[in-house]
């Protein structure tokens, strides 16, 4: 979703591109999920509450379903609500953001435009592009020698100082022998080369649910914790940007984990993934 001619995109528009599978729900965590469990498939709408507002992925339908005429304004909240809410951080000014604002203003007064009329795409990119030049320099003391560092700068630049993290993608792709025989062999041998894929992204899942998923309680996180497992939604995709044949899956794990604390479990925010490495 790099590209710049495609305008705004919702939420799930990556993962849910025309042509590709429908995404399902996936991890043991779905079964503390009300009204959702594995293997449901996903909607745009789910994934907006979920990753977008923080909310339970049928937050919606949920409060749709609230009776009563003595409903509060906190009735709806609990209805929709999942764990503990996402940290806001207000007044997080991000220099970089404020230094293209002005740019663009910039571009408009010599026009003759308002200050924050709308530029074309090429005309912003030109300008992040010119200030996150100007900011590596200023960092690194030359220029980037590369794209790669340019684009490295503008992600580094552009992100809150504090910010809150939604979930994580974890990818899962085969080699690419595998992936030109999948797309190449008969419908059979395509559809068992599929199922070995999704049966080795489940072992992956399964292994991390085991051994690497943990959260962390308390001032600072000063107690790490058990959980009940991932909440994540997965989408097969079967090609590669270039167009190539390219078996994979993403699976986006929501940054809700369920704690179990005296066999009541309850949702909070905090996925953590620790490396199972010393040297990681």
């Known amino acids: 979703m790099d590209a710049t001619e495609k305008g705004h995109t919702g939420l799930a528009s990556y993962y849910t591109e025309r042509g590709e599978s429908p995404g399902v729900w996936i991890g043991s965590g779905m079964e503390g999920i009300d009204g959702l469990a594995a293997g449901d498939p996903v909607t745009a709408e789910q994934m907006r509450a979920l990753f977008g507002c923080d909310l339970h992925p049928l937050a919606e339908l949920r409060q749709q379903q609230l009776e009563g005429p003595d409903l509060t304004l906190r009735d709806f909240q609990n209805a929709s609500r999942l764990g503990a809410p996402f940290r806001i951080v207000d007044n997080d000014l991000i220099r970089f953001r404020v230094e293209v604002a ?28 010119q200030v996150a030049r100007e900011f590596f320099l200023a960092e690194h003391g030359r220029e980037p020698i590369d794209a790669r560092e340019l684009a490295g700068q503008i992600a580094k630049d552009s992100r809150p100082r504090t910010q809150t993290v939604a979930g994580y993608d974890l990818t899962f792709s085969r080699v690419k022998s595998v992936s030109t025989l999948w797309a190449v062999a008969d419908p059979a041998v395509a559809a068992a080369i599929e199922r070995a894929h999704q049966a080795a992204v489940q ?78």
């Open 102 to 129: 002005k740019r663009i203003a910039a571009l408009n007064a010599a026009i003759g435009s308002p200050a924050d009329a709308s530029i074309t795409a090429a005309d912003r990119a030109r300008v992040r592009t």
């Open 203 to 280: 072992d992956a899942l399964t292994f991390i649910e085991k051994h690497a998923l943990f959260t962390r309680t308390g001032p600072q996180g000063i107690r790490q914790v058990n959980v009940q497992g991932l909440v994540a939604a997965a989408f097969t995709h079967r090609d590669s940007r270039a167009g190539d044949p390219d078996l994979h899956t993403h699976v986006a794990v929501a940054n809700k984990v369920q704690t179990l604390r005296l066999n009541r479990p309850g949702f909070g925010g905090g996925c953590v993934v620790y490396a199972t490495s010393r040297s990681g």
